[in-house]
């Protein structure tokens, strides 16, 4: 069955209900990690720790422009749904604070994050997912072998500061694709007394746990207010093992553009939930699982090496837009050079060369379009209707 309506939807159809007639849900989470994608740079007042002086969502979209996009992998515009969402009735007096962007290719983290005061007395801290630095791709990938990258450890600080900031204040957590699992690894990782305050944590198609995690006394107090949710065929929420319970859910997307947040499909106030992944999911997920469990710590961390090498042509290339304009031709030839008789190694090399190879631009914009058509019908009706006004 196919299914063809989106968080735009949603907006357009339940954004005139309040969080006092109908509470937050999963639609909400994934509409707030939407907006962290932006680029928020251009706003200073966005810096303050102080909540008292936290700016209306309103009045922050209402001044985007196109240098403030998206910073997201995402080719889609992300603005049109941002200021949807900001003049609903359900998100208009939604105030942001805490903005906060990081990047450091010598400890190779990539990390930002802002959060939100909601109508219904709560905090809702989300982190942005990969952007575009090869830095930010090789952190996920450093996921793999190493106990914490830099990116989880500053968003467990990032949520706990957030907590003593927020004192009277329960809280949710989120994020998309590396966001997720950074909203993950900070409510694994919250001092046990804010646990009482924690309603909910959001995993938007992100990296998932190791097994040695889902072990640990901590995950257990965790477990029930941890949502995680997958699209059918997405590759990237399974970079890592999900040990936990995780939903999975529909896109309008195909193969690996169903990461894409805003193909992911709504009905009412929740996701389209599917029993199962497609067969495609599934052999993504036996293909990693099978690289992850067969490789030590080390050979994990020297297949990341060599890949990333590999991507950035040596060095070369900062961003995957590097990347697309030197062309895979050049990556190629490194493959057969790094991956030699390793028949592991070149297996999984093929697997993730092959996704990348995805024209993703023409992907994208055709399984998530009619979203983003009804976001900006939604902005000119609302032009035309204060016009007459």
């Known amino acids: 069955m196919k299914y063809t309506t989106t968080v735009a939807d949603y907006l357009t159809w339940r954004g005139d209900v309040p969080f006092a007639v109908d509470p937050f849900n999963e639609v909400d989470n994934l509409v707030l990690c939407i907006i962290s994608y932006i680029n928020f740079r251009r706003f200073p007042e966005l810096l303050t720790r102080n909540p008292r002086e936290a700016v209306l969502l309103r009045d922050i979209s209402a001044r985007l422009t196109a240098e403030d996009e998206q910073l997201g992998l995402s080719q889609l515009d992300y603005i049109p749904v941002v200021q949807q969402a900001a003049q609903t009735e359900r998100f208009n007096e939604v105030r942001m604070f805490a903005f906060e962007d990081r990047s450091d290719e010598e400890t190779q983290m990539q990390f930002a994050a802002v959060s939100f005061l909601l109508p219904d007395k709560s905090v809702f801290v989300a982190f942005r997912g990969t952007d575009t630095s090869l830095v ?62 924690l309603l909910a944590v959001y995993n938007n198609d992100g990296p998932g746990f190791s097994r040695s995690l889902t072990e640990l006394p901590e995950f257990a107090l965790l477990k029930g207010k941890l949502h995680t949710y997958i699209p059918e065929s ?122 990348l190879a995805v024209d993703i631009g023409g992907e994208v914009a055709s399984s998530a379009q009619d979203g983003l058509k009804h976001a900006t019908g939604f902005l000119k009706n609302l032009g035309r209707k204060k016009q007459e006004k």
């Open 234 to 355: 997405s590759i990237v929420g399974v970079l890592l093992e999900h040990c936990e319970e995780y939903t999975v859910i529909a896109s309008t997307a195909r193969s690996i553009m169903q990461h894409e947040a805003l193909s992911w499909c709504t009905e009412r106030n929740r996701f389209i939930h599917l029993e199962e992944r497609s067969t495609m999911g599934r052999h993504s997920d036996d293909v990693l699982r099978d690289w992850i469990g067969s490789m030590t710590p080390q050979e994990r961390k020297d297949f990341t090496d060599a890949f990333f090498e590999i991507l950035s042509m040596g060095g070369k290339a900062k961003t995957l837009e590097d990347v697309q304009e030197m062309g895979l031709g050049g990556a190629v030839a490194l493959v057969k050079e790094y991956a030699g008789a390793d028949e592991k190694t070149r297996r999984i090399l093929v697997e993730i060369f092959k996704r």
């Open 136 to 197: 930010g791709w090789k952190e996920d990938f450093n996921m793999s072998y190493l106990e914490a990258v830099p990116a989880q450890v500053r968003a467990a600080e990032y949520t706990a500061e957030i907590m003593r900031l927020c004192r009277l204040r329960k809280v949710r957590i989120g994020g998309h694709s590396k966001g997720g699992n950074l909203a993950a690894w900070a409510g694994l990782h919250l001092p046990k007394r804010y646990y009482g305050r």
